[in-house]
């Protein structure tokens, strides 16, 4: 192989390598034409821009097959894409309503009592919990697109917003203050999520993993839980802490509080939810049992204190409730520079968190039922209804789990079930709430501690530890730092780990070197196909993700690596390595340093007199690959192929020519 | 085709598939031996972690090759690897030290103006120069790897440097405090660096792209030059601030300032500095001349200001330099909380910029030459340098690429050349430095611009702006940044945005639908090869970069479309889509979020009647869905293949075994 190193040698022996490459194609190698790598194929500009950002912002494309319609059914379209309510009420019927009928009355019986709670957990009056799952589920019914998400506030959520204002204002020294800061974080909640939806960043979502929020809504459930110890041991002083040894040590520390009245009626009430929790699962068609429990409870409890009047024998109640609809709160928004951080702040975190599990549970339900949930429309749908919600003195809410899962089971058909639900709420404001007044707090700890258990996936933890150590790894973090420290803490270190690690796979690709598998043109890991053959003085290397500068300077030490190890390789056997053939097929894009990193490996394999081919470089690899003149002025563009058997066969032949050439002139 | 949805009719489908699959592979279809995917290939959990950390951190795999040595070789080997000096010592002879003493001395003669140069660009006295260029290239001779890199200070990073300092203190205030924070500046660089080489960290540089490094370079050349309007109109008062606005303004503001005798002189001495740069482009053996023209430049200055008493008629000095080596420093490093903050972030902000250009500097001459350079290890030796600089009254030391060059081409051959630069200015210092009290700073400033305007680089933004719009947009934001507003808001702009554009690549990865090239095995884009036809019945899509949860809701939607997309052309037609065959051999690795998500994407095809198959799936990918147990219990592992044709030939054979069933059953 006649290289002696100097440009001029390359030069000439590049020459004689493609002229023979050329002879070669001429001569048709191996059965199969020889197809050559589409070099032209190249996007205009625009078109690039536009369908890169149409693949960012619009991957779903809600406008496809519009272009066709004229103007009048085109807007009618768009307009059915944003209400979508206009969509399905045209052919809405008795039909459909005898069953949201159903389903609407059943999640508000799970309404009233979860209302409560959660409003309690966020150390608000209870009747906001009310109030709230009023106005937002009617707006939900226009603008939802999910025919199963049930609207109502969350627990998570709740104690989130609940311990980042307590940091600002203590909800017993201001309740107003306290109050409006809820109001306010709703607006900016609303905000921010309408403004996601419109600017279609529903990708901001997708950075909470899985694993972030498996292990967040453990960690959650688990504090919620040990919050309910207040209600459940009938105390009236409690920490404003959420983490596990606060907690504790506040329980012990106050432990002259405790009160065994409602300790026994708590434990009466848990057996109950839990049995007929039990009891949906053996017997799947009685669901209605442990959908309607938390409310029986309710009034099994409100009953009882009423009748032994609980509130002077250790069993502490409700209080009063005001009747009538929700009042204006618009004014009491507030915007002044001293709260307005913590309420931003409130706002975003909650409506992220929100904004996973109201999207989450729309797509696992649609699922089932085979439908489509767009999550930026959601977004949107969201947005205006927790807007509306933070004037009509609601706090946030969103599609939580539980009630969700209930009213699909109820046979819910359309978002009409939520607006079932709204009036049965209405109707409780307007005649009922004063009722309430007696319900035990026991009885809404206890429903919360049973709504949560479920949330705290044990074998979900074990499945990630078999799977994935990494991603186990993440849950954990999210459980630990929500449990022990804080639950902003937590989600804001699982996230962080989470970025990490995708930033490492990014900078740390995985390559692999190719071999042959016998008696076929297929070219596979030789790592995971032990009886793979390599070519001798072929080095074949498959690399993988798009090399970019995060990644260059590593690909750059690691392909050279690979190409000493080889030689070491082939000199053990006598050979010479001559060739470097990379399969691009697996790159999905190339930038600057990329091409940078490539043109670097080319000058220094030319010096140890190597050559490299390129195999299957992708659309936009190649397009960047010409325009930088990669491919024309430094490869040469017979260099480059479309399947790694052509480029193998090329190699092939000009190492035989070269060799035999040599024999000749020797 | 007989599946009418339901849960027992998919399961009864599935056995029958399942088995004609079984047969086919019996009878061997289409001519090559049919290889199954080796879906036992498991590395043991130990070895896998150990080769993902070695991968991240030590890419590069220093210690490769010593398993086979003794203990006490092995020992050695190790401490040559951290003091390279033990490498090239023993073997060092008279013949290389006559390389190396040109080239030190002519990097000594550059090293006098530049030291003098840049330390006034930072502020400092002129004599803190001189003493950064005689401590560290000595450790830097000990420790670093690079052959050809000369030690010095950076204008760039002095800038950097003054800049965030003067928003703490004034030079001219307190001068003191200033220097002092200078030297602690020096020394968290020197910490930062080191720990970030121990810890090899060095991924952290990968974050500075190429665009990034060129805008930035361009920008802050830029403001460097404009800088230089002070020494050049022998101006007194001038502005701290670096943005262009700001020094035009200033310029003006103090026009009754400007002399003309400083001018006049700075042209001449600008005219031949470019005449000298301009020489050695057209006769490159010429190049001592442009490397010795700035020390000339210094001592005409010099004497012509010394004979005409310039200081008193318009063109200023540098002033008195003292005599002697450099003091000690230590204890002027301050830990004051009150100062830290900002002498931390000058650190690590300089020193992230010093490496970069160092390691890049490094790399690109080892290239010349086939050397190789350890990143991880230059960061050591730039970190012990940084650090006994900051104990010697040193500030922010690197290897600059100017003066590097002149040291590459002057023919160096090992670090010995920093040692004699390193005397030379020993000797200066302790005898000639108060001889430099005349240099004129018209003098010094026509050197820098000189120096700067080569860093411009309008050819590669140019290039930038055809290959890559996006890097021309990186790079112009770290300009625009650095020119406009300060070099901080610049860098970490053009950062910031270098990331989003990497995770939004990791967020929307291409996936493209393959089609058959005619006459061949092979399946790749439609797209890009227009002429390569789908198969009826079946859709063929590519899937690139890991599947993690930033992409997998993406991926979902995005296959869903690609989907109905088909179904709706296959109808068009009077097909049925049948199967989706996902072809990962582009997927490098896939995280608990994206199992979920090919799990959705299955039970929705499911529900649609269609199958998935899957082909070639990397090492790391098969181990996750075998252990997940995707492929045993959901897919069932006859539907993974080794190649996309495969694949194919399956779904066809049972495509046809089914259709004739159907219509013998009918």
């Known amino acids: 192989m006649g290289t002696e190193g100097g440009g001029g040698g390359d030069d000439e022996y590049r020459r004689r390598m493609s002229s023979s490459h050329h002879q070669m194609q001429g001569v048709g190698v191996g059965g199969g034409a020889t197809v050559e790598v589409n070099l032209s194929a190249r996007r205009p500009f625009a078109e690039k821009v536009w369908s890169d950002l149409a693949e960012t912002f619009f991957p779903d494309d809600p406008f496809r097959g519009f272009g066709a319609l004229p103007p009048a059914r085109r807007a009618w379209g768009a307009l059915k894409y944003f209400v979508p309510a206009l969509d399905w009420a045209p052919r809405y019927g008795l039909a459909k309503f005898k069953y949201d009928l159903l389903a609407g009355v059943t999640i508000a019986s799970l309404a009233i009592p979860q209302g409560i709670s959660y409003a309690r957990l966020a150390n608000l009056p ?7 799952s009023f106005v937002p589920p009617l707006l939900y019914a226009v603008f939802g697109s999910s025919n199963n998400l049930a609207v109502g506030t969350v627990a998570a959520a709740s104690l989130l917003l609940a311990s980042i204002i307590e940091t600002e204002v203590a909800a017993d020294e201001d309740p107003q203050l306290y109050l409006q800061l809820f109001y306010t974080a709703a607006f900016f909640t609303g905000l921010f999520q309408t403004v996601l939806g419109i600017f279609r960043l529903g990708l901001i979502v997708d950075f909470l993993s899985r694993s972030t929020i498996t292990g967040f809504m453990g960690g959650t459930a688990m504090i919620i839980i040990l919050q309910q110890l207040k209600g459940l041991l009938g105390m009236k002083h409690f920490t404003t802490k959420t983490d596990i040894i606060s907690v504790l040590h506040s329980t012990y520390h106050y432990r002259h509080e405790w009160k065994w009245q409602s ?17 949906r699962k053996k017997l799947p068609k009685l ?26 024998h250790g069993i502490p109640i409700v209080g009063n409730l005001k009747k009538g609809l929700n009042p204006l709160s618009i004014s009491q928004l507030t915007f002044q520079s001293r709260h307005i951080k913590t309420a931003v702040k409130a706002g975003l975190l909650s409506g992220i968190l929100a904004l996973a599990e109201g999207i989450a549970v729309g797509r696992s339900l649609a699922m089932v039922k085979n439908e489509q949930i767009d999550g930026n429309k959601e977004m949107i749908a969201f947005g205006i209804m927790n807007i509306a919600g933070s004037f009509t003195s609601c706090y946030l809410t969103t599609g939580p789990f539980s009630k969700s899962a209930v009213n699909f089971h109820a046979g819910c058909k359309t978002p009409m079930s939520n607006v079932v639900m709204s009036v049965c709420i209405m109707l409780v404001l307007l005649f009922l709430a004063p009722l309430f007044k007696y319900t035990p707090l026991v009885a809404l700890s206890s429903i919360i501690v049973v709504a949560m258990i479920g949330l705290i996936k044990a074998k979900e933890f074990c499945h990630l530890y078999k799977v994935d150590k990494f991603d186990f790894c993440i849950c954990m973090v999210a459980f630990i730092g929500v449990v022990f420290f804080t639950m902003v803490t937590g989600l804001g270190a699982s996230v962080g780990l989470s970025v990490v690690r995708a930033l490492l796979y990014v900078a740390r690709p995985t390559t692999c070197k190719l071999g042959n598998i016998a008696g076929s043109e297929t070219f596979r890991d030789v790592k995971q196909y032990p009886h793979a053959k390599s070519i001798p003085g072929i080095l074949v290397l498959q690399l993988g993700s798009p090399i970019y500068f995060i990644n260059a300077g590593y690909l750059r030490e690691r392909i050279l690596r690979w190409v000493e190890d080889e030689e070491n390789l082939c000199k053990g056997v006598g050979h010479d390595l001559q060739y470097l053939v990379l399969d691009l097929g697996g790159v999905t894009s190339v930038d600057n340093s990329g091409i940078g990193m490539l043109l670097e490996i080319h000058k220094s394999l030319e010096r140890r007199g190597m050559m490299i081919a390129l195999t299957n470089p992708r659309l936009e690899v190649t397009e960047k690959l010409v325009l930088s003149g990669y491919i024309r002025d430094v490869l040469g563009e017979e260099w480059v192929f479309l399947t790694v058997k052509d480029a193998i066969t090329a190699c092939r032949y000009a190492l035989q020519t070269s060799r035999s050439k040599g024999e000749n002139e020797v």
Chains 1, 2 share one sequence.
């Open 126 to 132: 209870p009747i906001i919990g009310l109030y709230s």
């Open 263 to 279: 300790a026994v009626l708590g434990i009466c009430f848990l057996l109950f939810l839990l049995s007929s929790k039990h009891l």
């Open 287 to 312: 669901f209605w049992v442990s959908a309607i429990a938390p409310f029986m409870v309710v009034v099994i409890g409100g009953v009882f204190a009423f009748l032994v009047k609980g509130d002077e």
